[in-house]
Nanobody, 127 residues
């Protein structure tokens, strides 16, 4: 059974940093695409960042580029999202997701590309 467990959220002040972790189990962690998405009440879930395990390609939403970094540790079956210079508008529930087919195209940025989702972790940034 594939399971994704996201953690690392919390309440911080603007300008602070957080590192989210997504621990995966139940599938071979050598071929996948992984993504971080976020959602606020009343809005659709939006992509934050994605990574492809085969060639290390990464994608960042414009709103987080140069502030957030996605990485992976295949030895620990974990994908990370380092979030620096947090802004109030970064407040959301953050979800990690995986695609065991490791596709990488325009659909990779969309919710429908991912087969497995973890429960979210809340990030709240205060001014």
């Amino acid at each position: 059974e594939v399971q994704l467990q996201a953690s690392g959220g919390g309440l911080v002040q603007a300008g602070a940093s957080l590192r989210l972790s997504c621990a995966a189990s139940g599938f071979t962690f050598d071929k996948y695409a992984a993504g971080w998405f976020r959602q606020v009440p009343g809005k659709e879930r939006e992509v934050v960042s994605c990574i492809n395990s085969i060639d290390g390609r990464r994608y960042y939403a414009d709103s987080v580029r140069d502030r957030f970094t996605i990485s992976s540790d295949n030895s620990n079956n974990t994908v990370y999202l380092q979030m620096n210079s947090l802004k109030v508008e970064d407040s959301a529930v953050y979800y990690c997701a995986s695609d065991p087919n490791a596709r990488w195209d325009s659909v990779t940025r969309e919710v429908r590309a991912y087969d497995y989702w973890g429960l979210g972790t809340q990030v709240t940034v205060s001014s």
